[in-house]
């Protein structure tokens, strides 16, 4: 019994090569290239993502910029305004950082703060 499970999944495999071969793609595995824009955001999140009970800096893309990006620093309302503008300015030091070393000058940065009330 194990030996027609193993044909059976040979088989399958064999029948999806054939498909694959056949030029046509399984969902998911179209070949898809990020914009800067895109790769951008993704570095900064995984590199500059801050996050604490208080807060929480995400970058994202500007769907109304095609070279920026978004920073939302979403807050706790009982957070001082110094303790934010200290955030803020360590993300955008983050988001500089990574505009000089890709030479990405092109990237603008639009800082969204949000409080939300506990």
């Known amino acids: 019994m194990a030996s027609g499970r193993l044909a059976l999944s040979i088989f399958g495999l064999a029948a999806a090569g054939l498909v694959l071969a056949a030029g046509s793609k399984a969902p998911g595995q179209e070949a898809y290239t990020p914009s800067k824009q895109e790769w951008l955001a993704v570095e900064l999140n995984a590199v500059c993502r801050q996050s604490?009970?208080?807060?929480?800096?995400?970058?994202?893309?500007?769907?109304?910029?095609?070279?920026?990006?978004?920073?939302?620093?979403?807050h706790a309302s009982t957070i001082?305004?110094?303790?934010?503008?200290?955030?803020?300015?360590?993300?955008?030091?983050?988001?500089?950082?990574?505009?000089?070393?890709?030479?990405?000058?092109?990237?603008?940065?639009?800082?969204?703060?949000?409080?939300?009330k506990r």
């Not at 110094?82 to 000058?105: E, P």
């Open 52 to 74: 604490d009970p208080l807060y929480d800096v995400t970058y994202s893309r500007d769907p109304r910029n095609p070279n920026g990006l978004l920073l939302d620093a979403t």
């Open 80 to 116: 001082s305004v110094g303790m934010l503008d200290d955030i803020i300015k360590l993300s955008r030091g983050c988001f500089d950082l990574a505009v000089k070393t890709h030479g990405w000058y092109w990237a603008s940065l639009t800082v969204r703060p949000q409080a939300i």
